[in-house]
């Protein structure tokens, strides 16, 4: 049986003392997000999602969707906390409060992100897609369009969708086909297939808002031809009313590996009317805004996976008693499996790469909060071109590494976590699905190094490898902090010379490039975590009488980060300089 507590102390101690980013504590409407506020945010985000969202996990998983009579319905359970989610006001916490939101900011949500995360996917998913398609409409909605659906949705009495893929176009959107017919007043008809659409269909909310990428006759093949259309399963009259269906069918549900409470539907749009967000044959720029944030989140999504995965696996370890350990403690009898170093060694393994990432994601979310809301146009370009860079990386590392966590947690209940009676294989199944979805861990990376590092010619990285250095050069003289600065001092020579390597190979080698990239963001995304862990420690060891036990802690955990994972950067980057020779040269049968 899955057990899961919230993380909530090192939630509070990031939100406490590493909120240091100058530019966000800049941000005039935050002046009163104080530590009590998130505290008692984070208290009733622990208690639902404990309580009430964690039984949803095995349901969905028992019992996953199914499609009747055209309609589908959600697994048993969904509806009641559905329902209790949306009257404690939790579809709302980061929208306007001009449309009905609370307008808290990410340094606070993305924990609950990650609490929602660890309790259900599934469940996590309905909401998660609303908030996407809030924040599409709400950058690039007309003033009517926004009156008309925000509200509902910000109250979470409608949901969202956001619909791109077909079955002939995945990860190159530019092959899609969904047509789009102006009429005479001004909407569109729209007809086509889409297929893996996430809350396509359910029965939690009176209505869905859609958001369909689509292309109209006139418009230029391939991606500069695309433009996204609203369209409401059932229509919304002008007072806001619901009017007459849509004409939006789902002609199916997909049978999954995990996440079977999600609905992954095929939706038929046969003259479906539609209304235009943003500039025509834009489209793919207005559905960037919903997709930047949304793969931050599916890196959360891996991260809070890992948490109950590794939450788990530590008490099976603390109760599972098999053979002698080398410091046996027993004189007759088994050990604790805790007490085997291997094991120890995969807990910590666990523990330091999460610890890390949720740093990192907490700097993350402050510059996102300046990217947005930043009085001064220059600082928010910058922290926009930031997000830019280490959207693919949070994305794709903490998902992938939320595919090591939750197989080695698997591992450490031997074969118990092999069949479905303890609950932690669900982990990995659920987890499979995030370096997938929402644009391929591979073309992530590929975007990362062809074209965020030469952003602003290049400017972007060498600013931020530029600020670490500094970080390092300021622990220097910290006599405790400087054994960490100097490992990741040799880790950022490392990453410095890797850019190197590609801006050379780049124009004339560059299947070289390409068989790189996967390394690449390996190597930058375990710098950055390192970099998150340096700051940490600089408060640890300034607090460490304060919460000996906590801080005490940090700095075993992030020992066993630096000397034990960091490493990995010598043979991502080894291999990667070896070149495609031995790739391309290889001819399969
Ligand atoms: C459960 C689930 C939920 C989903 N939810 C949604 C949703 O809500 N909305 C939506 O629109 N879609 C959704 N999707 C679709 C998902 O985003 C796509 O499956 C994904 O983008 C990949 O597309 P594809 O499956 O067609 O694979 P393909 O694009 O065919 O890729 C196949 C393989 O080729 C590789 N590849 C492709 N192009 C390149 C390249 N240029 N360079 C190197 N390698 C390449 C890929 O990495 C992959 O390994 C969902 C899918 C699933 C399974």
Redesign the pocket.
Known sequence: MITYNAPIDDMIFLFEKLRDNKHYNEIKKYNEINSNLARDILGQAAKITENLILPLAKAGDDTPCVLENGVVRTPPGYKKVYEKFIQDGWTSLTCDPKYGGQGIPKTISIFFDEMLSSASLSFKLYSE?SVGAYNCIFCHGSDSIKKKFLPKIVEGKWSG?????EPIC???LGLLKTKAIEQKDGTYKLSGQ?I???SGDHDLTENIIHLVLARTPDAPSGTKGISLFLVPKIQVKEDGSLGSKNKVSTGSIES?MG?KGSA?CVLNFDESIGYMIGPKNKGLNSMFTMMNLERIVVGIQGLGISEIAYQNALIYAKERKQGKSNNNKTTNGADLIIDHVDIKRSLLNMKSIIEGERALSFWLAQQIEVSLYHSNNKIKQEATDLVSLMTPVVKSLFTEMGMEITSDAMQIFGGYGYTKDQGIEQLYRDNR?TP?????N??QS?DLVFRKLFISNGHVIEQYIESIRKEIKKNQSEIKIKPFAEKLNHYLEILVNFTNWIKTNIKEHKDNVSAACNDYLKVLGLVAIAFSWLKVLEVTYKELKNNKKFFENKIETANFFFNRVLPRIDAYYNSAVSGSKYIMNFKFD
């Open positions: 897609l969708t956001m619909c791109l893929t995945g990860t190159d889409k893996f659409i996430t999954k996440i992954t699905i997938i979805y929402e644009g391929i591979a073309v590929i």
